[in-house]
């Protein structure tokens, strides 16, 4: 009777760790969802903003989206994650050309998200947008 026992516990130990592995290969966890809405990268999407409401210079934060905005020079926007890649806190401010993350007062680049002052040491991932007419969309 220890045998079958044994074989069972072993079966039951077996056919957990399978449905473990199985589980962690399957991906769709919270932290693997992208902002963005599947498909609007490709699709341009809803817009995110008017032209009008990015300062030159500065920018604005679409948190809502895991998103930030600039216009380091008029006519030009360009768009970040808004998760600070220091510690994965989300920026809260832009000011004198900075997009600034309050967590521990790292300042990134309004122009191109690198790092101006840290403890972080990578930029802030770019993210495609498009601009058509007055509206920007994802890209």
């Not at 972080?120 to 498009?130: G, K, S």
């Amino acid at each position: 009777m220890s045998g079958v026992a044994r074989r069972t516990v072993v079966a039951a130990a077996g056919g957990a760790g399978l449905a473990a592995a199985l589980a962690a290969c399957g991906g769709g966890g919270a932290e693997d969802k992208n902002p963005a809405p599947e498909g609007t990268e490709s699709t341009g999407g809803a817009a995110l903003a008017r032209t009008g409401d990015i300062p030159v210079g500065g920018g604005k934060i679409l948190a809502d989206k895991g998103l930030v905005i600039t216009q380091p020079k008029a006519g030009e926007f360009k768009a970040f994650s808004s998760k600070c890649t220091h510690a994965g806190c989300a920026v809260s401010s832009i000011r004198d050309g900075v997009i600034v993350c309050p967590c521990h007062q790292s300042h990134f680049d309004v122009s191109d998200g690198s790092v101006k002052s840290g403890p972080a040491t990578a930029p802030l991932p770019p993210e495609p947008i498009q601009v058509v007419g007055e509206e920007i969309s994802f890209g």
